[in-house]
């Protein structure tokens, strides 16, 4: 049966595409939703761009014939722009004022006038949809770029294997399973004697030749730290692979995603010279997202924002790094241009060719930005997206629609994509205790 699925704004400024994903059904659009977009359009931010993009999607709707009276979508169902002959008002105590009420009513009218055809309205504002479920609306959020949070794996699996293999495995730091065609391309694997001695040895399948290699995590550690638990042995590995040229490390506070990073994009740049120059970006998340109302220059507005990266940097560098390198501390790099720290504003329009990119708190970016940011990366570059999809600042994502989830549910599997989930803290007790409880 087909239905009628009335759009907010908010999903429009998420999914510019979203009105030609709903199959076959008929998708109401209010012209109080085209008067909002019209309001962001002259956003500089990612808002404004994809009003923009909206506009110009509608626009081409328009060859067809009216919008007002519906035109063809090409799954089957109809577009529709609907413009009430006057403004309606509510019957409850609600202010019909507002924008979001205005198109509460379209959707209670096309409810009324069809009570035969489910009527949905879908939105990404929550209170929006307890309204709407009040007011006895069908109302589900947009889930066209959602994931399930449950289907996002680990990245690590767990193989049962003889004595012996285990045994062959410690002294060839190799094994091929029986069922290599099932596993994922980086997979993290824990293989596990199947005997009474409990014996356990970590690899990471390698999709060509189809085989697992035991870790090549060094003994000594990256400037003067070291794998506390499995799951850090594993993200080291990924993180010094050169064939890994994506790699999604998820995680609470305090489990070392940055740190780990950016021991190993040290070490890959200033030690081995795989990189020409290590960038660490991040978004800027305050509760406004424009910089500008800090004095100073550029650096000194960005150094607020970019003092968790300086707070690593220094670490790792009094850690052990500095006096075996000679580096007095990261001012060097800076200078030597082998290191960078910027926000992810300055990236659009840039080609990374040959650097080692970490993009920190990245479950604060939409999934069309980590798109902008990973498209940026040229010939030789790899790339590390960290965070925690719940420890979400950015208030038009959530933790199954932000960029990082996205990316790394939709592109496991791949020969040259790598994923690993953290979640032994490792900061201290009282991070711990905190992460778990509060």
Excluded at 55 to 78: I, T
Excluded at 354 to 379: F, M, S, W
Aim: charged share 30%; aromatic share 6%.
């Amino acid at each position: 049966m087909k239905k009628n699925y009335v759009l907010d704004t908010n999903v429009l400024i998420h999914d510019p595409h979203a009105f030609l994903k709903f199959e076959d059904n008929d998708v109401i659009l209010p012209i109080y939703v085209i008067e909002e977009i019209d309001q962001f359009k002259r956003d500089a931010n990612e808002r404004g761009r994809n009003a923009r993009t909206v506009s110009r999607l509608l626009d081409a709707q328009r060859a067809k014939g009216p919008l007002s009276k519906g035109v063809d979508l090409p799954d089957g169902g109809r577009l529709l722009v609907h413009v009430p002959v006057r403004r309606l008002e509510l019957k409850i105590a609600l202010n019909p004022n507002t924008g979001d009420h205005a198109i509460l009513q379209t959707a209670l009218e096309f409810r009324d006038e069809a009570p035969d055809k489910p009527t949905i309205f879908v939105t990404m504002d929550v209170n929006l949809r307890i309204r709407a479920d009040a007011l006895g609306l069908t109302t589900q959020t947009y889930e066209n770029s959602a994931v399930d949070l449950d289907r996002v794996e680990t990245g690590i699996i767990e193989l049962n294997i003889t004595a012996a293999e285990l045994d062959k495995f410690f002294e060839s730091s190799s094994f091929k399973p029986t069922e290599a065609d099932k596993i994922n391309a980086n997979a993290c694997v824990v293989l596990r004697d199947d005997s009474a001695r409990s014996r356990t040895a970590l690899g990471r399948f390698h999709h060509e030749p189809k085989e697992i290699r035991a870790l090549k995590t060094p003994r000594e550690g990256l400037l003067g730290i070291r794998p506390r638990n499995k799951e850090q042995a594993f993200a080291l590995d990924l993180l010094l692979d050169d064939d890994v040229k994506l790699l999604t490390v998820v995680g609470k506070a305090g489990t070392g995603k940055t740190l780990l990073a950016l021991a190993a994009g040290l070490r890959r740049v200033v030690d081995d010279g795989a990189y020409a120059r290590l960038l660490v970006s991040r978004p800027v998340m305050p509760l406004g997202r424009d910089i500008g109302f800090l004095p100073g220059d550029v650096d000194q507005k960005l150094n607020p924002w970019m003092q968790p990266i300086y707070d690593n940097l220094e670490f790792l560098l009094v850690a052990g790094g500095s006096k075996r390198r000679g580096v007095r501390g990261f001012e060097e790099l800076f200078d030597a241009g082998q290191l960078q720290v910027e926000p992810l504003t300055y990236i659009r329009g840039r080609s990374l060719p040959h650097q080692y990119v970490i993009v920190d708190e990245a479950q604060n970016l939409t999934p069309h930005e980590v798109k902008t940011v990973i498209t940026r990366c040229g010939e030789g570059t790899k790339i590390i997206l960290t965070g925690d999809p719940f420890q979400i600042d950015n208030p038009y994502v959530d933790s199954s629609t932000n960029g990082l989830s996205v990316t790394a549910d939709r592109l496991r599997g791949e020969p040259i994509v790598g994923h690993i989930l953290m979640s032994k803290g490792e900061r201290s007790e009282l991070a711990n205790i905190a992460a778990n409880k509060l």
